[in-house]
């Protein structure tokens, strides 16, 4: 298969140049107390990195945080020279937006790199500016026979294992990001704003699990400061700033930035929150999220305050990014004959099926937070995702997926497959109606990756109401399993310029290849 060269290694020097001097501060290992502070004298420093969001052919975001109020500086060159840069004034930035800023980019040239640095400067003296910070990302290829390649994963941090230094960290974004993708989508979980991070924690064998802890991590997040802390706490990895600097995102959320299993309206009987009120808490962490990841719908500049969005990448691609949280129904046995609401929301629903029927793209990437066979529970009566454990037809949120896939059979809608994380392993389902009991639908993928950075748990039973058939799993054979136990997971998707067609590999952090499937174009089901 032919696709797009990778830009070789040594172009990369204006990365390190600029990522490594802006992060000395904080390389490993780390306490609490050697994040960033707020001094009172000197320059404006963006310690935390740099990232790039939502690219397309011709825009992008670019997102940066100071140690204290300044104003956000972007230059963009075609070289790392930067000769001829374009300089694109971004905002003041200031305990508003917890020192976070993102600066939006228009006219980008397709299928090109761009080499930017981000420069902070004092805003009452704009000639005391800070160490400009440095990145790089590829626009989406205007042209077909480009190719696009990405990786996909998510569930960062969770289930007590952060940042450990006696292992370097992070160690799988610096693998991922020296496959060098055109962009990384996470499938939601990018922190466990309810998971406590505990100084040590020993494992079965005795070994112990050392952690980089802070103050915010200490408890479950509750206050707009603490979820905002839950968002710094994976910056403080050197593995992940560099990674930043280097891959695009496309990011969306689930439950754990908010709080475990949540839903719209949920009051909370958890003792270790005194803010019962499950709304109130999701503000706050969206507040957060918007300002800690570069995600267009949320930009102040264009966004309309959603997740849910559309981002095309070239003719080969567009990616549908969807939010199963926001809008669901409460979590219940899931056996109601009429469901309107669902995991997505009516109008979410209806958005979903106007924009892949107006795709051209060659192949449309569902990407969603939550798998549709899986069975994941909640409590000892209560289904958190799509699935009830119901073998027969469609009942409960079940409703609107099949409405969802009937509708991409009918309109003979070409090119979907669906990626995941949320259950802590990676595999591989095809869903086809011969096996099914539900039968108005064309066959489709589904591929699950993850966790990044956080525990292994079991393999989820089926839920045949689709007829998935798990031609692939990996998982551990017990709850809980720590990244130094287990192998972290990630997915890679492949589309080759030429043919068209797309691979989907299953990874696990070492570099080994744990499945491989290879799709047509074309085709209403596969």
């Known amino acids: 298969m032919s696709y797009r060269p990778r830009i070789p290694s040594p172009d990369r020097r204006a990365v390190l140049r600029g990522s490594l001097a802006a992060s000395a501060a904080l390389t490993l290992p780390l306490t609490a107390t050697a994040a960033p502070a707020f001094a009172l004298s000197g320059r404006p420093r963006a310690a935390w990195g740099v990232q790039v969001g939502d690219v397309t052919a011709s825009s992008a975001l670019v997102w940066v945080r100071s140690d204290r109020p300044a104003r956000m500086i972007v230059e963009t060159s075609a070289t790392e020279s930067f000769r001829r840069a374009r300089t694109w004034h971004g905002p003041l930035v200031g305990s508003g937006t917890d020192f976070t800023g993102t600066t939006p980019l228009y006219g980008l040239p397709a299928g090109e790199q761009v080499h930017y640095r981000v420069t902070l400067a004092d805003p009452d ?88 802890t802070t103050e915010e991590k200490a408890k479950v997040a509750e206050t707009l400061a603490e979820y905002r802390g839950n968002f710094r706490y994976n910056l403080l990895d050197d593995n992940l700033r560099k990674f930043n600097a280097q891959v695009p995102s496309i990011i969306q959320w689930d439950d754990h930035e908010v709080r475990n299993n949540w839903y719209p309206g949920q009051i909370l009987d958890d003792v270790r929150y005194t803010e019962k009120n499950v709304d109130v808490l999701a503000a706050r962490s969206m507040r957060a999220f918007r300002e800690y990841f570069p995600v267009s719908t949320l930009h102040e500049s264009s966004g309309d305050g959603r ?132 039968k108005d639908f064309a066959p489709f993928w589904e591929f699950v990756s993850g966790p990044l950075a956080a525990g292994g748990f079991p393999a989820n ?19 809980n399993v720590s990244p130094m136990e287990s192998p972290q997971f990630f997915g890679e998707v492949d589309i080759d310029g030429d043919s068209g067609e797309l691979t989907v590999r299953l990874r696990a952090q070492g570099g080994s290849v744990l499945f491989s499937k290879v799709l047509q174009p074309g085709r209403v089901g596969q």
């Open 125 to 212: 003296d704009p000639r005391r500016t800070g160490e400009p910070v440095y990145g790089m990302f590829r626009t989406a290829p205007a042209r077909r026979r480009d190719g696009v390649r990405f990786l996909w994963s998510g569930d960062i941090a969770g289930q007590g294992w952060g940042i450990n230094p006696d292992i370097g960290g992070y160690r799988v974004y610096d693998e991922m990001r020296r496959l060098d993708p055109d962009f990384f989508l996470c499938s939601g979980d990018n922190i466990y704003a309810d998971g406590v991070i505990e100084p040590s924690v020993t494992l079965p064998d005795g070994r112990v699990w050392r952690n980089v």
């Open 307 to 438: 997740v849910h969005r559309v981002v095309r990448h070239g003719p080969l691609l567009d990616v549908f990014v969807l939010d199963m949280r926001s809008f669901r129904n409460a979590n219940s046995p899931g056996r109601q004959p009429d469901d309107t609401t669902g995991i997505l929301g009516a109008e979410q629903l209806d958005w979903l099926k106007r924009e892949l029927s107006r795709s051209r793209a060659v192949w449309k990437v569902i990407a969603a937070d939550m798998p549709l066979g899986l069975v994941v529970t909640d409590g000892a009566t209560d289904f958190e995702a799509v699935a009830q454990g119901d073998p027969g037809a469609p009942l409960g949120r079940e409703l609107q997926i099949a409405e969802l896939l009937r509708f991409i059979k009918h309109r003979r809608i070409t090119g979907t497959l669906w990626l995941t994380a949320d259950v802590h392993y990676t595999s591989a389902q095809h869903y086809a109606p011969e096996r099914a009991a539900f």
């Open 461 to 479: 039973a089926l839920d045949s109401t689709f007829g998935p058939d798990q031609v692939f799993v990996r998982a551990p054979d017990r709850a």
